[in-house]
């Protein structure tokens, strides 16, 4: 059974940095895109980041210039560093990873696996 599990979340100052860190685990047969969702209380979930395995990278352009995603694919993980963060990056913060496992039907590249979020609140 896959897993995804996120960590680093907290409360941090205006201008300050957090990392998120995000380990896949499990059989699996292969990971595609993770990435970074975040869901702000009464929005919707929206995208953050995301590197697929060849490590190209998608941004949200409200966060680019100020977070990076990396990913270690030997480890099966993904992070997030955010830097000069704002009010407006509170969020419950959620990885996802597209994995292959014998489960997945036929026809189908993979599955989504989602974290169980970790909260991000910047504020002074």
Known sequence: ???VVESGGGLVQPGGSL????????????IYDMGWYR????KERELVATMNSQHATNYAISVEGRFTISRDNYKKEVYLQMNSL??????VYYCR?????????????W?????????VTVSS
């Open 1 to 3: 059974q896959v897993q």
């Open 19 to 30: 990392r998120l860190s995000c380990a896949a685990s499990g059989n699996m047969i292969s």
């Open 39 to 42: 869901q702000a209380p009464g």
């Open 86 to 91: 704002k009010p407006e990056d509170t969020a």
């Open 97 to 109: 990873a597209n994995i292959l496992t014998l489960s997945t039907k036929i026809g189908t590249l």
């Open 111 to 119: 599955d989504p696996y989602w974290g169980q979020g970790t909260q």
